[in-house]
């Protein structure tokens, strides 16, 4: 992945927990990178890697991390580092999810080596979206679920994401329903 | 053409007016950011156009458009801060100016400023790419500056610690000029780092002695050589020189390529002062130690000097109480009253065995030293066994012991030092005839023991006997031997620690098998291997043979003349006495020259010459002699009471016919000049 998503997770660490800590998981990953560098592509362990030495080293599921960095994706790094490009996407929540699936692929313009994430949406209505998500990589769908959580966030809008499918249960690919407004429970 | 709906899905910010200059359509997204901008309103009251470098003069209308068709139209909505860059699309019957285009944002922020989003845009333009191009670009500014602040937090503490190391630091370019120079090197050099640096460091900081070499380890870093530790010079400010150690590394840019050189050093001016200090006191205690060395090869000499010194005091007038006592004996001074000889026999006896013990002490000590070497020769086992038994005889005679050899018929002749082989084999008889009682009997026997290639000379007495215990002391020399034991065997311990030692030299060694009140046997076992036995033998001992029982002459004032040079009055008169007594004239001497004028006045037979003389010494004079062609071939024996190897050999080079140590053996001599004058003496 590229290196601004190591970047976050780094940041993250650094900001919920010190430096200290961001140095102990890197240690233990065993990463002699001093600094990521946005830009450039870092093999996909790399990450994995320090997810998974997070885990040991904040003794946290990696669930937790996972969900926590997508909200912090969404509302730190995307929102600080890309401007308002996510706040730009969309007025609102709806307006947002309906412009993800084209997010990626002008993201993919500036990244040549990205292996970006599809998403899709179907049963669009006033109230809820169902979002459909494929990916080449594994175990990702807390972060996605994150991610979601931190769009409604950065809306500040009350809403529920629900995972409906599960990739790693036998189904095609992941799929979420986000209700917010009325449509909440 | 396009409908109104493909129009405003493919251009949503696009607007078209007629030759009014009226609004006759807009896209959808620009209606809703500017809802002044209506079907019928004029555009001056929408837009503001933009004239960038264009005269003031010129009006916004259908001509001026048609005239700037190809350029970019750039308007200001006049409801926000939306402005609009265009393309005007001129189209005919009837007329429209269609302007076909997008907003221009270059943040995000400035996006929702205006309340646009990324979906108003047209699927096909690229500002939302742009804009997100922008956004990674900035991504990657701040990146570069978050580590270029990073870097530079090292960059500094690295500058500081480079620069306050304790150890002198210099980075030069691949020219050799310096870039880097610390504190520790402005320390050193007393030069500081705004003089030093851009200057040519090997050229201008380094010695000239070592600047050559500094000069080519820097080359050889900057191609990426290894490069082994340097040690040089540096020139200081006020003119000293400071020594440094350096080790020399490339200087690597972000690319890896080499552009300079690093050298890390140590001062070690004071290290190089304390080994040079080093070098001195090493170079001082050789000095010393050589000099030790001459005081102790000095003292070495002197020592023999000493023992030569010594045994010639001490001979000297032991020669003349044994000399003079045997004359007495012998009734050259007229017949001796009764109960007279036995004393006077004493005496001469005594004497004897002083000289033996002065001449044994003398040895043990030579050999000792190293400093005994051997003569090497072959020898006839009789000859040498019979001849060491000749000389014990007498004394066995006296206690009426009986001698025997037993000799072994493998081995007649043996390579020795045969002087020395009968020094062994006179001391082990004369220690058993001491030790045996009267009556008894003492056998010398040799076994040749061909697969040791050994040859021993036993003798065995029917003596008193050694305690096992006190054996093993015998050999030891003479300053360890129990007191008790040397009381016991007086005299023996010399004799027996000589005899182990020229033993020993000879490569063999000596044993002792004893019974208390049996008696011993003494074995010295030499190596030996079978040669051819010789024809010769030496002249001295069968004239001993010869001189046995001989009558004592009278004294004579005529007869063959023999001159006798010596300082010494007590030995120029036992020997001089005994000649005349066997029937020589002689001439005394007292030193080298008047021996000379005697030779010439006298016309001897014979010289006798001692060696120390005063005025003119035996050997000058006998050099003297020799080339002079009256005295050329006149039989001369040279005398001396040192005991030096070198003597022998001095005097016969000199010119002696032969060399005899004092105290004189009087038989001996006199066999010798009845041998060199070609007359029978007595
Ligand atoms: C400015 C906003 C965003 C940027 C620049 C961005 C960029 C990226 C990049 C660079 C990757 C790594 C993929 C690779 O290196 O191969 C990635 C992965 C991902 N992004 Fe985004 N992203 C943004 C917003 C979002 C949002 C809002 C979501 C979802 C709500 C999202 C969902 C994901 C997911 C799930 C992945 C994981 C990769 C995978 O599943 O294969 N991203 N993104």
Redesign the pocket.
Known sequence: ??G??NKAIEDLVTIKFGADKWDAIKRKAGIEVDSFISND?YPDCITYGLVEAATEVLQLPASTILYAF?EF??LHT?KK??GD??SAAGRDMPEFLDY?PQ??TR?ALL?P?????R?ECSDRRSNQITMH?F???KG?SV??EG??N??AKLYETPALVEQTRFKEKGDDHDEFLVRWGDALP | MLSANHLDSMFPFHFTVDGEMRIVSAGSALRRICPNVTDGAEFSRCFTFLRFGMLPTETFDGQYILKQRSTLFIFAATCSALVLRMQVLVLENPTRYCFIGSPWVRTPAEMRALNIVLNDFALHDATVDLL?LV??TDRAIEDARRLTSKFEVQRNDLEQLIDTANAPIVGVDAAGCVLVWNQSMARITGIEKHDALKTHFASKHVSEACAQSVESMIASAVRGELTPVLEFELNTKCGDRRLVICSVSPRHDAAGGVVGAILVGQDITELGEYRSTLEQRVEQRTAQLSQANAELSRAMRSKDDFLSAMSHELRTPLTAVIGLSELLVEGVYGPLGTGQTKPIATIAESGQHLLSLINDLLDVAKIGAGKVELNWGDAEVREVCDASLRLVAQMAQKKHQVLSTRLDAAAPSIRVDERRLKQILVNLLSNAVKFTPDSGSITLETHADMDAGTLTFAVHDTGIGIADEDITRLFTPFTQLDSRLARQYAGTGLGLTLVMLLTEQHGGHVSVTSQVGKGSTFSAVLPWHPTAPRASSPASDEARADVKGATPPALSDTGPVIINADDSESCRMTIGDFLRGHGYRVVDAHNGAEAIAAVFEHHPVLVLMDLQMPQMDGLSAIRLLRSNAVSADLPLIALTSRRLADDRAQCLAAGADEFMSKPVNLPQLLATIGRLTGANSA
Do not use: T
Request: charged fraction near 10%; charge should be positive.
């Open positions: 992945m590229y601004l998503v592509a997508g994706w969404v995307a580092g890309y490009m996510l993800l997010f990626h993201v990244f080596h990205l292996k970006p994430p998403f998500y990916s080449e990589r990702l972060f996605v991610l979601l931190g769009v | 997100q956004q990674s």
